[in-house]
């Protein structure tokens, strides 16, 4: 049975940074969208950043930036994965050398493996849901029959995951990876504990 890898997003204290580190993730995503409840300045992202153990990946996620904003944000924060969750093209996502995943958001008219032709530079994809007007973090799920079947990508599915639906939504969609950030949370940004430790042995078991 294929390892299903687990990213946790929005992090913003160091002690959720080391407890999700412990309790095995794989990828902690840094928010750098200002208008998200969850949103921290590089110097915040630098803090935990440096309380990140090895072999754990920390992945920076932006909204259309600019490419100063990523550039001065890659200045300060050691990432090793970018997440672009907007609209931006291929070649702004490719330009900073960088390995990067691109959000989908799941549109009635999106089909994921038509869309992704578009950044064949791209490591993996994150099919999120799709709500008008809020570009992530939604909580909300979409219509896991939708995640395509092949691997020939690396599909990882976000949208209203928790520790009750996660095992059931890799059963149907033998995901890559999943992704959650307020299915583990006790208040916007800040993770509980238990919910946190629940979502990972949900996924692990
Ligand atoms: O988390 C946010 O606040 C956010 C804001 C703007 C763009 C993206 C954002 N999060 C992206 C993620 O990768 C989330 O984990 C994903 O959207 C799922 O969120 P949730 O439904 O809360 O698990």
Avoid at 3 to 9: A, L, P
Avoid at 59 to 78: A, C, D, I, K, M
Avoid at 118 to 130: E, I, N, R
Avoid at 141 to 159: E, H, L, M, T
């Amino acid at each position: 049975m294929a390892v299903v890898r687990i990213k946790i997003c929005g992090l913003t204290r160091v002690e959720d940074v080391r407890l999700a580190a412990r309790l095995g993730v794989d990828a902690l995503g840094f928010v750098f969208y200002a208008p998200s409840p969850r949103a921290v300045t590089p110097e915040q992202a630098q803090i935990l950043a440096a309380a990140t153990p090895p072999f754990v990946t920390r992945v920076g996620l932006f909204v259309n930036p600019s490419v100063e904003q990523v550039e001065q944000t890659l200045r300060q924060v050691p990432l090793e994965l970018l997440q672009f969750h907007g609209d931006e093209p291929e070649a702004f996502c490719r330009q900073f050398g960088r390995p990067y995943i691109k959000a989908l958001r799941m549109r009635p008219d999106v089909q994921p493996e038509q869309a992704a032709l578009a950044w064949p530079s791209a490591q993996g994809f994150l099919l999120d849901a799709y709500t008008p007007g809020v570009p992530g973090g939604t909580g909300a799920c979409f219509d896991w029959q939708r995640v395509p079947r092949s691997q020939a990508q690396n599909w990882i599915v976000a949208g209203g995951l928790d520790a009750e639906n996660v095992a059931a939504c890799i059963a149907q969609t033998q995901p890559y990876a999943v992704d959650v950030s307020g299915g583990v949370e006790q208040s916007r940004g800040i993770k509980c504990p238990t919910q946190l430790e629940a979502f990972i042995k949900a996924v692990r078991c």
